[in-house]
C-alpha cells in the first residue's frame, strides 16, 4: 500500500509539472515576444525628480481675528501636517502691491506697484517685472505651470503673463458671479448660476483637472499651480449651503476693536470716532459673511489634497496657504478696510506641508510676502536671481526652525511701506506741519488778498499775463480768473481818442445755422434731396493792411516765379540763390508729366557738369529750406494776427485815410509797427486815430507822441454776448455727439438716405442708445451727489446701501457712510521681532512718528515713541533708510542691534565671542593630534610634542580644556 500511495503522488507531482509547463510555455513565449514593450514599460518613470508645488492665496483674509479657527478641513490638512509659520507679513497691505511681490520677490519700491490703480497691470510692469515672475524660471526647467483665479486688479483680459502654461485669470478684481476670465486666451462670461459660474468651485475644479491631465499624460513633469481665490473679498457672495452659518459670532471684537478715540495715532486715527450701532451691526454680519465664503475655499484645499492623494503625488507636493495681506473689521473705529501699518492688516495665515517638513512644526522666524518667490524656486532646485529681495525660508522649513544650514543668521527686521512720496503729499504735508505749528500758515483767503495788491495781477491784462485778480461782491472775497480773449470787466466805457469800426453783422455760428436748416426742411417738398449750403462772410481786408509789410518781398518771390529773374543782391533773405551760369546747370534737367527725369546728354559724359549740376541743385535746396521756415514763421504770425469778422467794413478806410493824413504832414520815410499779442487782445488789431492805428512815425515829427497812446477796447462784448458766447462753445464742444445722432448709418458703416427703408429702425436704435446715455448720465450726476453728502475732507469714503450684497444674508439697515482711508496714509515703518524686541516703528507722509512695544502693548494701543531715547529713536530710524533704498538679498537683510544694551550684556556677549574663537582654535589643535608628532631634540634631548609647539606659537591664548562627549555632536567648555 505504501508503494501504491507514493506512486500516485509521484504521477500527480508529475502531472502538475506538466500542466504548469503547457500554460507557462505561450507566456514565456509572448514575453519574448514583447520583451522590448515590457522592458520600456519598466524603465517609464511613474513620478517626477522634483516636487509638485501648490499655492492657495486668498484674498483679504485676516490671520488675527479668527478666520482660520472655521476652516477645518485646511487646518487638519496642513496645520497638522505640516509647518505653521508664527510670524508671516506682508510688506503692503494692499491687493495689487501685494500680489506683485508675490510674483517677484520684491519690495514695492523696486517693482513701482505702489497702489490698485498707479502701474498695477501697466505696459511698464509688463514689459519689465512681469516678465522676471516665478513662473519663468519654473517653466524653463520643465515645470508644467497652472493660475487661477485672481490676478492684478487692473488685469484686462487681453494677454497671457509669461510663464504659464495654463492659464485662467479673471479680469479686473474679485467676484462670485457675473464675471469674465481669460480661459487661455479666449474671453468667457459668467453669470449668476452657482453650478456653472461660482467662482471659487470655478477654480478648484478646473485645478484639478489641470493636475489630472498633466499626471496622466506627463507623469514625468512636476506641476506647479496657483489658486488665487476670490474669497473673503467682497462682495462676500457665499455658496447657498453656507448662508445659514456662523450666526451670532463675534470673534473679531479684539481688544482694539472700537478703540477710539485715538490723539495718539496718525491723523486718520485721530479724526475717526466710535462706532455708530448700525456700523457695529454692520461688522458683525459682514464677518459672518467672510467666513461663509472661505467654507468653499475649505472644500477646495480638500478636493486638491484628496486628488494628490489619490495620484500617489500628495507625499512629493509643496502645499502652501495663504494670502495677499489682513483686513481689519472695526479696529480703531475703522468699519471695514486694509492698508494699515497694524498687525491685523499686515500679518497673514501661511501653512506649509511637504517633503522634509515636520507635522505641527511652529517656526518663530519673520517671514514676508517677498520671500515665497525664493522659497518656490528653491523648492525646484532653482537659485534666486539677483534681483529678488528676498530669501527662501526652505532651510527654516526643513530644520524645524533653527537655521542651522548657513553660518550668518535668520533676519529679525522687515520693512512695511505703503505708497510713494509725490510733489501733492509733500504740499500737504507742509500745510498740515504749518496748521499744527501755527507758523507761516495763511488762509486761502489771505493769500489771494495778499496777491491782489501786486502788479503783476492787476487789470487790465498785460502781454504774458496769465491772472487777474477781482473782487466778488457777492461773497465779498477776492478772486483769481484766468485772462482770457473776452474781457472779465464788462462795463467799459471807451476812450475818447479811440476810432472804433462801425459794427456789421457777426458770422453766422454753428447753433444759427442749425436752426435755419431746420426751419427750410419743414417747409419744403423733397427734404431729403435738400443740401443747404451758407455764404461765408467776407474775408477782412485789414489783412491786406498787415501782408502790406510784406510787399517788398512778395514782389521779389513774384518776379522769380513768373519772369524768372535773378536777383543780385545776395543780402536780401528772399534774394535768389543762384547765378545765371548756376541755372543754366539747373535747367540740363527736367520732371516729365510721367514722374521721369530727362537730362541732357552732357550730364551723362562729362564729369565736370554733373558735379556743377549736382552742386547747383544743392544750393538751391538749401535756400529753399530755409526761404520755406521764414514763409512758416510768416504765417505763425498771420494765424496770431488774423483780425476778426466785426472788422471787415469800415476799418481799412480809417487806416488808409490815417495813414494818407500822417504821410502829407511827416516825412515819406514811415515804418509799420507791428501787432501787439497780448493775451487779451490776441487776435485783435488795435484801431485807434493816427498812432492808435498800427502806424507810427520814426521822426520827430509824430502828431501824437507814445506817452499819450492808449489802449482802445473796441472788441469788449456785453453781458449778453458774453452769455451767448459761452452756449456756442459749449454747443461747439458737444459736435461729435450731435454728429452721431444726425448721422445716419447702418451696422455696416454706410450712410443711408431719407427713403431708405432701414432708416426709421436705425433711427430707433440711435434714438434708444441716446436715451440711454442719459439715463446713464443722469445716474452717474445721482451717484456724485449722494457721495457729496458722505465725502470729508483729505479722506477716502463710501456709502454702503441695500442692494451692496444680492444674496442672503442681506443687508436691510439702510445706508450709511464710512471712511476707511484717507489721502495722507502713506507710511514706511519697521517691523522687529528678536529674543528681546518686539516693535513697530512708522514714519508717516505728515511728518508723524509712531512707536509701539509689542512686549507691553500686544494690541497697540498705545503710541510709545516718547518713551524711547533720541540714539535709539535715531538708530531705528536710520535702519528704517536703509531698507527704504535697498536692493537684492544681501542688502534687504538686517538684523537689529540694540543700542541702550546694559554693561554686563556687552560683557557677557564679549566672552560668548572669545570661547567661540576658543573652540575653533582647539578643534584645529584636535585635527592637527591625528598627525605624527614632532620631534627635535632641545637642549635637554627631550622630545617636543605638538601641543607645546602650540602653545608656544600662541602665547597670548588662555588655554581651557575642552569637554566633548561622542555622539552628542556638542562642543562644551569645561570649567
Not at 551 to 568: M, N, Q, V, W
Not at 656 to 666: D, G, I, N
Request: charge should be positive; proline fraction near 5%; glycine fraction near 4%.
Amino acid at each position: 500500500m505504501r508503494v501504491s500511495a507514493t506512486t500516485t503522488l509521484g504521477v500527480a507531482f508529475c502531472l502538475l509539472v506538466t500542466l504548469h509547463y503547457v500554460e507557462s510555455r505561450p507566456k514565456e513565449q509572448s514575453r519574448r515576444k514583447h520583451g522590448r514593450y515590457y522592458q520600456r514599460r519598466a524603465s517609464r518613470k511613474t513620478k517626477s525628480d522634483k516636487p509638485n508645488i501648490v499655492v492657495v492665496m486668498t484674498d483679504d483674509q485676516d490671520s488675527l481675528l479668527g478666520s482660520m479657527d472655521y476652516m477645518p478641513k485646511t487646518m487638519s490638512l496642513l496645520q497638522d501636517f505640516g509647518a505653521t509659520m508664527k510670524n508671516a507679513f506682508v510688506s503692503t497691505p494692499m491687493c495689487c502691491p501685494s500680489r506683485s511681490s508675490f510674483l517677484t520677490g520684491m519690495y514695492v519700491h523696486n517693482h513701482n506697484v505702489y497702489t490698485n490703480n498707479d502701474n498695477c497691470s501697466s505696459p511698464q510692469w509688463q514689459m519689465t517685472h512681469e516678465r522676471r515672475n516665478f513662473a519663468t524660471y519654473l517653466s524653463n526647467v520643465g515645470y508644467r505651470t497652472g493660475y487661477f483665479g485672481k490676478y492684478l486688479n487692473e488685469y484686462n483680459g487681453s494677454y497671457i503673463p509669461p510663464g504659464w502654461r495654463e492659464w485662467v485669470g479673471l479680469i479686473k478684481n474679485s467676484r462670485f458671479y457675473n464675471y469674465s476670465v481669460n480661459f487661455n486666451g479666449r474671453i468667457t462670461k459668467h453669470k449668476d448660476n452657482y453650478y456653472k459660474d461660482y467662482l471659487t468651485d470655478l477654480i478648484a475644479n478646473d485645478s484639478v483637472t489641470f493636475l489630472k491631465v498633466s499626471k496622466q499624460i506627463y507623469p514625468q513633469k512636476p506641476v506647479m499651480m496657483v489658486l488665487a481665490m476670490p474669497a473673503p473679498h467682497g462682495p462676500e457672495d457665499s455658496a447657498p449651503q453656507y448662508q445659514h452659518l456662523f450666526e451670532n459670532v463675534t470673534s473679531h471684537r479684539t481688544p482694539s476693536w472700537n478703540y477710539a478715540p485715538n490723539p495718539d495715532k496718525q491723523w486718520l486715527l485721530q479724526h475717526t470716532g466710535k462706532m455708530e450701532p448700525i456700523h457695529i451691526e454692520f461688522t458683525d454680519l459682514l464677518y459672518r459673511k467672510r467666513l461663509q465664503t472661505l467654507q468653499s475655499v475649505d472644500d477646495a484645499v480638500y478636493k486638491v489634497v484628496k486628488e494628490l492623494d489619490n495620484l500617489g503625488e500628495l507625499d512629493n507636493t509643496y502645499i502652501l496657504y495663504t494670502s495677499d495681506h489682513g483686513y481689519h473689521l472695526g479696529q480703531f473705529g475703522l468699519v471695514k478696510g486694509k492698508a494699515m501699518p497694524y498687525e491685523f492688516d499686515v500679518r497673514v495665515p501661511l501653512y506649509i506641508r511637504g517633503p522634509g517638513i515636520r507635522p505641527k512644526s511652529v517656526i518663530s522666524e519673520m517671514v514676508q510676502m517677498i520671500d515665497l518667490a525664493p522659497t518656490i524656486l528653491d523648492m525646484a532646485g532653482i537659485a534666486a536671481p539677483e534681483q529678488m529681495d528676498g530669501e527662501s525660508f526652505l532651510k527654516l522649513l526643513q530644520n524645524g526652525g533653527r537655521n542651522e544650514a548657513v553660518d550668518l543668521p535668520w533676519r529679525d527686521t522687515i520693512l512695511l511701506e505703503r505708497g510713494k512720496i509725490t510733489a501733492r503729499k509733500i504740499k500737504i504735508r507742509e500745510k498740515m506741519e504749518a496748521m499744527k505749528n501755527n507758523i507761516g500758515f495763511v488762509s486761502k483767503d489771505n493769500r489771494v488778498m495778499s496777491d491782489c495788491s501786486k502788479p503783476e495781477f492787476q487789470v487790465p491784462c498785460k502781454p504774458y499775463q496769465k491772472w487777474f485778480c477781482h473782487h466778488d461782491q457777492i461773497t465779498g472775497k477776492y478772486r483769481m480768473t484766468k485772462c482770457r480773449n473776452i474781457q472779465k470787466d464788462r462795463h467799459h466805457i471807451k476812450k475818447k481818442n479811440c476810432i472804433c469800426p462801425p459794427k456789421t453783422q457777426k458770422a453766422i455760428n454753428k447753433r444759427e445755422k442749425r436752426i435755419q436748416k431746420k426751419f427750410l426742411l419743414s417747409h419744403i417738398n423733397y427734404p431729403h434731396k435738400f443740401k443747404p449750403r451758407f455764404i461765408r462772410n467776407k474775408r477782412s481786408e485789414y489783412l491786406d493792411d498787415v501782408s502790406a509789410q510784406l510787399s517788398h518781398y512778395e514782389g521779389k518771390l513774384g518776379r522769380i516765379r513768373t519772369r524768372r529773374s535773378f536777383a543780385s543782391d545776395y543780402d536780401d533773405p528772399f534774394a535768389f540763390p543762384l547765378s545765371i551760369e548756376e541755372y543754366n546747370y539747373v535747367k540740363k534737367c527736367r520732371v516729365l508729366l510721367n514722374d521721369t527725369v530727362v537730362c541732357t546728354k552732357d550730364i551723362y559724359v562729362d564729369v565736370n557738369t554733373w558735379k556743377k549740376h549736382k552742386q547747383s541743385l544743392d544750393k538751391l535746396i538749401e535756400h529753399y529750406k530755409q526761404q520755406i521756415d521764414k514763409l512758416k514763421e510768416i504765417r505763425k504770425y498771420l494765424k496770431h494776427s488774423r483780425p476778426t469778422d466785426q472788422q471787415t467794413g469800415g476799418l481799412a478806410d480809417v487806416t488808409m485815410e490815417t495813414s494818407e493824413t500822417m504821410t502829407t504832414e511827416t516825412t515819406p520815410m514811415t515804418t509799420r509797427q507791428p501787432i501787439r499779442l497780448g493775451s487779451r487782445d490776441r487776435g485783435r488789431p488795435r484801431n485807434n486815430n493816427k498812432a492808435k492805428t498800427g502806424l507810427m512815425i520814426t521822426d520827430n515829427k509824430s502828431v501824437i507822441s507814445s506817452d499819450q497812446q492808449q489802449v482802445c477796447r473796441c472788441n469788449t462784448p456785453l453781458r449778453s454776448d458774453y452769455l451767448l458766447s459761452r452756449r456756442n462753445n459749449h454747443w461747439k464742444s458737444n459736435r461729435k455727439a450731435r454728429h452721431k445722432l444726425y448721422v445716419i448709418r447702418d451696422r455696416v458703416g454706410r450712410k443711408l438716405s431719407a427713403d431708405d427703408p432701414l432708416i426709421y429702425k436705425v433711427r430707433r436704435r440711435k434714438t434708444n442708445r441716446h436715451q440711454r446715455n442719459q439715463e446713464r448720465k443722469k445716474r452717474k450726476k445721482r451717484k456724485k451727489l449722494k457721495k457729496k453728502d458722505c465725502n470729508k475732507t483729505m479722506m477716502n469714503c463710501f456709502t454702503q446701501n441695500n442692494n451692496h450684497w444680492k444674496t442672503p444674508p442681506l443687508w436691510n439697515l439702510g445706508p450709511f457712510c464710512f471712511c476707511p482711508n484717507a489721502n495722507n496714509n502713506t507710511y514706511w515703518c519697521v517691523r522687529t521681532i528678536n529674543k528681546k524686541d518686539n516693535f513697530l516703528y512708522c514714519e508717516f507722509i505728515t511728518g508723524f512718528i509712531s512707536y509701539y512695544d509689542m512686549n507691553k502693548d500686544p494690541h497697540q494701543l498705545r503710541n510709545a515713541v516718547h518713551d524711547l531715547e533720541y540714539a535709539t529713536l535715531q538708530h531705528i530710524h536710520e535702519i528704517l533708510n536703509k531698507l527704504r533704498k535697498c536692493k537684492g538679498a544681501k542688502d534687504c537683510t538686517v538684523r537689529y542691534s540694540s543700542t541702550n544694551t546694559s554693561t554686563s550684556t556687552r560683557q557677557q556677549n564679549i566672552k560668548k565671542g572669545r570661547k567661540r574663537k576658543l573652540k575653533r582654535q582647539n578643534k584645529e589643535r584636535r585635527q592637527h593630534k591625528t598627525t605624527k608628532k614632532q620631534t627635535s631634540a632641545n637642549n635637554n634631548g627631550q622630545e617636543v610634542t605638538f601641543e607645546q609647539t602650540w602653545r608656544a606659537a600662541n602665547p597670548t591664548v588662555e588655554y581651557m580644556t575642552l569637554n566633548f562627549e561622542p555622539g552628542s555632536g556638542d562642543i562644551g567648555v569645561g570649567e
